[in-house]
Each structure stands twice: as C-alpha cells, then as structure tokens.
C-alpha cells in the first residue's frame, strides 16, 4: 500500500489526492477529517495511486533538467529562449535569449533572475485583474515551490511559484484568476468554478496546459 507522504488539512469539504513529480502521495483533508477517514479513503484509491505514481515516476525519467549549456532554451512567458554562455558577471535578457556567466553559480543568478521578474509581473498582473474582479488580496508572495502554482490562504494572501512565469502570459493569468477567485471561495465548489469561467472563459484550456507541462517545474532547481 502506497501510504500518504504529507497529509495537509485545509477549510476544504473534500478529500483529495494529489501524486506529486517524484510520485508520492500528498492528501489533502478538510480540518474535521479523521486519520481513519482519510487512511480508509487512500486505501479505496489504492489501484488510481499506484498507477498515477508509476506515471509520475516514468515521466520524471524522461524529463530532462538543464544544464544551461550554450544551444540549449528555457521558458520564459512561454517562449522558448536560448542560452549563450559568456564573459559577464550578470545576467542578461534581449526578449528572446539569455547571455548567462561562464561561472558555476550561473544557475543561482538565472533563478534570481526569474524570481524577480516574477515579483513585478505577477504583482502587476494581480492588481489589475484583482481591479476587475473587486476582490483584494493581503499581499501577494513569490515562493519556490515546485509542487503548485499558486495557493490563496485562509487570511487571503497570495503564493505564486516564480516558474509561472515561464507560462504563456494567458495562463499565467488563468493561475492569477484561480487563486482570487478562492477569496471569494474556499474551496472548489460549482460556485467557484463558475466565478473563473466568468473572467477566463477558456480556463479549462489553460488547466490542460499547466497539467501537459508540469515538467517545466523541474527543469531548473
């Protein structure tokens, strides 16, 4: 039996089962759940775990990190951009490709690189789409998550992990979208769904797309 790795509680009605990239069991339970309800429902979905696990675990094969070598390309906002290697103490970005440091702690200064591009553009992209949707944030953090793109808290402050940005800009707004709509639901409700199809009519496409390329969460630590 293939046993939860983390169990994490929430304000949320229902259990649910997420297989993380190194195939291993996360749960997610509603506060009032019991141990016994939440080890009897992993038990049920015993043979949808195993086979999703396995999944993740033959995809994280396959899924090649990079080794930020002259030729090889990087997403950023959903392009691909190339990387060239050079006499240069920064990094530096011309919109479609990247001159990184011939240094070792090259990929140290391209994460802090994204991570603060991720800081602006998602910080912009919340205040003009929270605008239109008249909900307010308490603050909005940049995380290194690899797990999730985005997670709105019960006091409704904002995480995004800065590899959204290397997302289309259309989905990295669907994930903006998703987390304000969990402050005016905290859950996953019928309602909730309801309240992003009303701002992000092809929410569904861009789900797909996030689920298709997770990968891209692990091409750079």
């Not at 069991?25 to 009032?32: D, N």
């Amino acid at each position: 039996m293939i046993e939860p790795k983390k169990i994490v509680k929430s304000r949320r009605k229902t259990i649910a089962l997420v297989i993380d990239s190194d195939g291993e069991l996360i749960v997610r339970a509603p506060f009032y759940a019991s141990n016994h309800d939440i080890m009897r429902f992993v038990q049920e979905k015993q043979d949808w775990i195993e086979q999703k696990s396995e999944e993740m675990k033959l995809k994280k094969q396959e899924r090649p990190k990079l080794a930020l070598q002259d030729g090889e390309t990087i997403p950023y906002l959903g392009r691909e951009c190339m990387i060239f290697r050079g006499m240069t103490k920064k990094i530096y970005f011309d919109g479609k490709a990247f001159l990184l440091p011939e240094t070792q702690d090259a990929d140290t200064k391209l994460v802090t690189w994204y991570k603060k591009r991720a800081a602006v553009i998602l910080q912009e992209r919340v205040e003009t789409i929270a605008k239109n949707m008249q909900v307010v944030p308490e603050g909005v953090k940049i995380t290194s998550a690899k797990t999730r793109w985005g997670s709105c808290s019960g006091t409704n402050h904002i995480n995004f992990s800065w590899r959204l940005i290397m997302c289309p800009p259309e989905v990295v707004d669907y994930v903006v979208v998703h987390e304000l709509c969990h402050i005016l639901h905290k859950n996953h409700s019928r309602s909730f769904w309801e309240s992003v199809e009303r701002v992000d009519a092809s929410y569904r496409e861009h789900e797909k797309w996030l689920k298709d390329n997770r990968r891209i969460m692990e091409i750079l630590e």
